[in-house]
């Protein structure tokens, strides 16, 4: 089994940054895309980013410029780097990953979420 568990969220500021954390752990042959996804309420889950294990990266429009996601293969860890945060990113922000085990089958795991409240 494969648990992900997201940290970093939490309350700052217009104009403020954090930078959220997700590890995954557990019985893992690989990891290829992982990304984030956020939801607020009344609005449905949105991809924010996405980055694979080759390094390539996509992005949301409407954080193209202000966020980063990279990753650290050997801990398993994927992060998102959020800068210039707006009242509009205020949601609960999900780590995404595709595990591959040992017989290279892929599953799809989603973490439990952390919160990100930007005030005005």
């Known amino acids: 089994q494969v648990q992900l568990v997201e940290s970093g969220g939490g309350l700052v500021q217009a104009g403020g940054s954090l930078r959220l954390s997700c590890v995954a752990s557990?019985?893992?042959?690989?990891?290829?895309?992982m990304g984030w996804y956020r939801q607020a309420p009344g609005r449905q889950r949105e991809l924010v980013a996405t980055?694979?294990?080759?390094?390539?990266?996509n992005y949301a429009d409407s954080v193209k410029g202000r966020f980063t996601i990279s990753r650290d293969n050997a801990k398993n860890t994927v992060y998102l780097q959020m800068g210039s945060l707006k009242p509009e990113d205020t949601a609960v922000y999900i780590c995404?990953?595709?595990?591959?085990?040992?017989?290279?089958?892929?599953?799809?795991?989603w973490g439990q979420g952390t919160q990100v409240t930007v005030s005005s």
């Open positions: 557990g019985i893992i042959f690989g990891i290829d895309r």
């Open positions: 980055i694979t294990s080759g390094g390539s990266t």
């Open positions: 995404n990953a595709h595990v591959f085990n040992s017989r290279l089958y892929e599953y799809n795991y």
